[in-house]
């Protein structure tokens, strides 16, 4: 999904999963210390906002370029997405399961988007 903010376009992901109860401040902290590392420019990452709504965990990332998806795949192997995926799995859990191997599997799909003409 795309959409502009000023006159810079962004693309975006949407994560979904299971958020347990009373977690959101802990998992807040795992990324604000993530998010001060280099690991958000190395993936593209412009900003970050997080979401919960009756027991579910929203993940909106913004990027530059329309790779999100291959921009979070390509930083698996780092250590510190490795580190703060095994932090997250005391907090969060997959939405499906069955059909969960990767942060790919628990993308949004945008079925509709729209944008003011002056944006």
Request: glycine share 6%; no cysteine.
């Amino acid at each position: 999904m795309h959409r502009t903010e000023g006159k810079q376009k962004l693309y975006s992901t949407l994560i979904v999963a299971r958020l347990k109860p009373d977690s959101g401040e802990e998992v807040a902290k795992l990324f604000g210390e993530f998010d001060r590392t280099d690991m958000p420019h190395l993936m593209g990452t412009r900003r970050r906002q997080l979401f919960t709504y009756q027991g579910l965990y929203f993940h909106l990332q913004d990027f530059d370029a329309d790779n999100g998806t291959e921009a979070i795949d390509g930083a698996r192997t780092d250590p510190r997405f490795v580190g703060i995926s095994q932090d997250l799995r005391a907090f969060i859990d997959p939405y499906d399961p069955a059909t969960w191997r990767s942060p790919a599997d628990a993308m949004a799909t945008r079925f509709y988007h729209w944008t003011a003409p002056d944006a």
